[in-house]
């Protein structure tokens, strides 16, 4: 038993000994500036976003770029900054002087060439502007009025009043008086109604046509053939002109009668008459001369998206709005084009949950009662009753006392929040409590809940490069190896006769692209020329 208890300890001691030593070898190196994160390699998504913030920033703020990368400290990045200038010190030499391009030396003579070139493809291209801006102007004209027009026509649509309400409403009403759906022929429309007629109401249609005709023949007019009712009551007379000459069977009383009203007339005619003053335009017969004036017709309408409501029920909403909550400072008079364009997509929005809940309500309501001994109705027609359910069923109110004493009830302009002018006035400092509540304390710029970056929590880090603190007398040695001078002046020399050969090749192949040019434009100018002659 003693031989196991100190075998146990042996290997616990051992143990001990082991963590121990790995514990100061880890503090060692922790306290020696090495650890083990300096040895994980760098990810293709950390080393992109290296170079990125490279690029943006600079070698000389690692601190920016380590911020940037988001997963590495600066101690990393100046480390991987110092193992890409130690690469770069051993990389290849750069390559030789003779295998780059050189820049070629022109003499005066072939630069005042150039210039003439230059000058003469000026004026073609002077003139050729010219007349792409006339030709422009030409094109532009017409689309030109037509924007102003657009442009006109969209300022005098911005602010809807109810008299512009009013007229849009008849525009749109008279469109659609004047625009029907084409037909065939009478006799097809009204074979189709009596066919859908019922028994009763085809006796009754052919009974009112029996004694329209009867009243036509008494009459000696003709027969009105309209299968649909007509207006009740007599037609108007058309009214007469007053005839210029009395009649003949005019009595001598009448004409005694008549003398004297001549002359009570001549009388009258004797006293100054007033000036009648010509009234001018109504505000609503402005609007009509101010759209007709600008071509706003059905179509203008309905390019905008103004033909879906009724407008003139709107405008007489609008004028109720005035009258109970619009301030006395800041009427409201008219409405805009975007506000009638939401309503009509609410409206649009409504109807379509409508019209999905009154289906879903009736196929219910056929799939429960179908297979009831009192249930007679196979028709899939969809009542007023269940077009009112579905409405209930979204919160909506359907009567318009409701949706008026809803209006009232939820306004945010009630009494109690309102100031009278009689308590402004009581108020030595012309404020209100509430006011005085809202002013206390000092107004404090809104801060962002984004974190504070790194540039507004820390001072500027920056890092030299490695070769600001290189030794001076690296950059030029004291002793100069005489064979090495000789051989690059020597090479320079040759790479010097090299270029110049290269110029005079150069400057050849320009003077015979030049002169093959003017031989080309010559030989078209005297064609042109002869051509002319020849006409």
Same mark, same amino acid.
């Given at each position: 038993?003693?031989?196991?208890?100190?075998?146990?300890?042996?290997?616990?001691?051992?143990? %001990?000994?082991?963590?121990?030593?790995?514990?100061?070898?880890?503090?060692?190196?922790?306290?020696?500036? +090495?650890?083990?994160?300096?040895?994980?390699?760098?990810?293709?998504?950390?080393?992109?976003?290296?170079?990125?913030?490279?690029?943006?920033?600079?070698?000389?703020?690692?601190?920016?770029?380590?911020?940037?990368?988001?997963?590495?400290?600066?101690?990393?990045?100046? !480390?991987?900054?110092?193992?890409?200038?130690?690469?770069?010190?051993?990389?290849?030499?750069?390559?030789?002087?003779? %295998?780059?391009?050189?820049?070629?030396?022109?003499?005066?003579?072939?630069?005042?060439?150039?210039?003439?070139?230059?000058?003469?493809?000026?004026?073609?291209?002077?003139?050729?502007?010219?007349?792409?801006?006339?030709?422009?102007?030409?094109?532009?004209?017409?689309?030109?009025?037509?924007?102003?027009?657009?442009?006109?026509?969209?300022?005098?649509?911005?602010?809807?009043?109810?008299?512009?309400?009013?007229?849009?409403?008849?525009?749109?009403?008279?469109?659609?008086?004047?625009?029907?759906?084409?037909?065939?022929?009478?006799?097809?429309?009204?074979?189709? !109604?009596?066919?859908?007629?019922?028994?009763?109401?085809?006796?009754?249609? +052919?009974?009112?046509?029996?004694?329209?005709?009867?009243?036509?023949?008494?009459?000696?007019?003709?027969?009105?053939?309209?299968?649909?009712?007509?207006?009740?009551?007599?037609?108007?007379?058309?009214?007469?002109?007053?005839?210029?000459?009395?009649?003949?069977?005019?009595?001598?009383?009448?004409?005694? %009668?008549?003398?004297?009203?001549?002359?009570?007339?001549?009388?009258?005619?004797?006293?100054?008459?007033?000036?009648?003053?010509?009234?001018?335009?109504?505000?609503?017969?402005?609007?009509?001369?101010?759209?007709?004036?600008?071509?706003?017709?059905?179509?203008? !309408?309905?390019?905008?998206?103004?033909?879906?409501?009724?407008?003139?029920?709107?405008?007489?909403?609008?004028?109720?709005?005035?009258?109970?909550?619009?301030?006395?400072?800041?009427?409201?008079?008219?409405?805009?084009?975007?506000?009638?364009?939401?309503?009509?997509?609410?409206?649009?929005?409504?109807?379509?949950?409508?019209?999905?809940?009154?289906?879903?309500?009736?196929?219910?309501?056929?799939?429960?009662?179908?297979?009831?001994?009192?249930? +007679?109705?196979?028709?899939?027609?969809?009542?007023?009753?269940?077009?009112?359910?579905?409405?209930?069923?979204?919160?909506?109110?359907?009567?318009?006392?409701?949706?008026?004493?809803?209006?009232?009830?939820?306004?945010?302009?009630?009494?109690?929040?309102?100031?009278?002018?009689?308590?402004?006035?009581?108020?030595?400092?012309?404020?209100?409590?509430?006011?005085?509540?809202?002013?206390?304390?000092?107004?404090?710029?809104?801060?962002?809940?984004?974190?504070?970056?790194?540039?507004?929590?820390?001072?500027?880090?920056?890092?030299?490069?490695?070769?600001?603190?290189?030794?001076?007398?690296?950059?030029?040695?004291?002793?100069?190896?005489?064979?090495?001078?000789?051989?690059?002046?020597?090479?320079?020399?040759?790479?010097?006769?090299?270029?110049? !050969?290269?110029?005079?090749?150069?400057?050849?192949?320009?003077?015979?692209?030049?002169?093959?040019?003017?031989?080309?434009?010559?030989?078209?100018?005297?064609?042109?020329?002869?051509?002319?002659?020849?006409?």
């Amino acid at each position: 038993m003693q031989d196991e208890n100190q075998t146990d300890e042996a290997e616990t001691l051992d143990t %001990n000994t082991n963590r121990c030593e790995e514990y100061l070898g880890l503090l060692n190196s922790h306290l020696s500036g +090495h650890d083990e994160d300096d040895e994980i390699d760098w990810s293709e998504d950390e080393k992109d976003r290296f170079f990125a913030a490279l690029s943006s920033y600079s070698v000389l703020r690692p601190d920016l770029i380590a911020e940037a990368i988001g997963t590495k400290n600066v101690a990393q990045v100046c !480390v991987y900054l110092s193992v890409l200038e130690a690469a770069t010190r051993n990389c290849d030499a750069e390559p030789p002087r003779s %295998n780059l391009d050189i820049a070629m030396e022109v003499p005066d003579e072939w630069l005042e060439v150039e210039e003439e070139q230059a000058a003469f493809f000026r004026d073609i291209e002077l003139a050729w502007r010219r007349d792409m801006l006339i030709q422009d102007q030409e094109i532009s004209e017409s689309s030109r009025e037509n924007v102003n027009i657009t442009n006109m026509r969209t300022d005098a649509l911005r602010n809807l009043s109810i008299d512009h309400l009013k007229v849009i409403d008849k525009i749109l009403r008279n469109d659609g008086a004047q625009t029907g759906t084409p037909t065939s022929s009478a006799t097809d429309i009204k074979s189709q !109604v009596i066919a859908e007629l019922s028994p009763a109401e085809r006796r009754r249609m +052919h009974k009112r046509l029996h004694m329209r005709r009867k009243r036509a023949e008494m009459a000696g007019t003709g027969v009105v053939t309209d299968a649909q009712r007509l207006q009740r009551g007599r037609k108007r007379k058309i009214a007469q002109a007053p005839s210029s000459s009395r009649a003949p069977s005019q009595s001598a009383s009448d004409r005694a %009668n008549s003398d004297e009203s001549g002359e009570e007339k001549s009388a009258d005619d004797a006293r100054p008459k007033k000036r009648q003053r010509k009234r001018g335009l109504t505000r609503e017969q402005k609007v009509v001369a101010n759209f007709s004036q600008l071509g706003i017709d059905a179509g203008v !309408v309905h390019d905008l998206k103004l033909d879906s409501l009724h407008l003139h029920p709107l405008g007489r909403l609008i004028a109720l709005y005035q009258e109970a909550f619009s301030p006395a400072e800041a009427p409201v008079t008219a409405i805009s084009p975007d506000t009638i364009r939401l309503l009509d997509a609410v409206i649009l929005d409504f109807v379509t949950q409508v019209i999905h809940r009154a289906i879903i309500l009736r196929e219910q309501e056929l799939l429960l009662k179908r297979r009831t001994k009192a249930w +007679h109705d196979d028709t899939k027609d969809i009542s007023p009753d269940i077009i009112a359910r579905a409405t209930a069923m979204l919160g909506y109110l359907t009567s318009k006392a409701q949706a008026f004493e809803h209006l009232c009830g939820k306004d945010d302009c009630s009494a109690d929040d309102q100031v009278l002018p009689e308590q402004l006035d009581d108020d030595p400092e012309g404020r209100s409590e509430g006011a005085d509540d809202r002013d206390d304390g000092p107004v404090l710029p809104l801060q962002s809940s984004s974190p504070l970056s790194h540039l507004e929590l820390f001072p500027p880090l920056i890092r030299l490069p490695m070769r600001c603190f290189e030794s001076t007398e690296t950059l030029m040695p004291v002793e100069t190896d005489e064979e090495l001078l000789n051989e690059e002046l020597t090479e320079e020399e040759e790479l010097d006769e090299q270029d110049q !050969v290269s110029e005079k090749i150069h400057l050849d192949e320009l003077w015979a692209a030049h002169k093959q040019s003017m031989a080309a434009c010559s030989y078209e100018d005297n064609a042109t020329a002869r051509g002319q002659k020849a006409d």
